[in-house]
């Protein structure tokens, strides 16, 4: 007799490849090495700024590579703003420019929300200050009232 699986299942985790492909597709790397390589910086420069259930959640959907690199950041004590985020990453990047630092920051970012799901993304992005939606290509989230 076979167990019927369980009806309250995790869903399996995304391989890392998977991830980096993604981001190479998004931000038309010409090598998987390179959108490795940012992939990694950009998600240790996001996990010190996602902070509380929805660092473990985000940690929880992504690849186990992918999560290491969230959960083993220290949570800043004050989040940058949104181009601040793009010109720190740019720090860690050689040769970046702001222009080019953003460019690698979305094609990370924005290929989460199809990993994650929207209403994770949506509970990271209230996180964050504003600007950030852009970067997850996301529309910005109106205050609300």
Do not use: C, N
Not at 46 to 67: N, Q
């Amino acid at each position: 007799m076979v167990d019927a699986p369980s009806a309250v299942e995790a869903p399996a985790r995304p391989d890392w490849s998977r991830l980096v492909d993604a981001v190479q597709e998004s931000g038309q790397y010409t090598t998987t090495k390179e959108a490795e390589r940012i992939t990694r910086i950009v998600l240790s420069a996001l996990g010190g700024h996602v902070i509380g259930d929805e660092r473990v959640e985000l940690a929880r959907r992504l690849p186990e590579e992918a999560a290491r690199l969230i959960a083993s950041q220290i949570p800043v004590t004050r989040p940058l703003a949104a181009p601040e985020f793009v010109d720190a990453v740019a720090t860690r990047i050689e040769g970046a420019t702001p222009a080019t630092a953003r460019w690698d920051v979305s094609a990370v970012l924005s290929t989460l929300p199809a990993l994650v799901g929207d209403d994770l993304t949506t509970r990271v992005l209230r996180q964050l200050p504003s600007g950030y939606a852009l970067l997850f290509g996301k529309a910005e989230l109106a205050p609300a009232v």
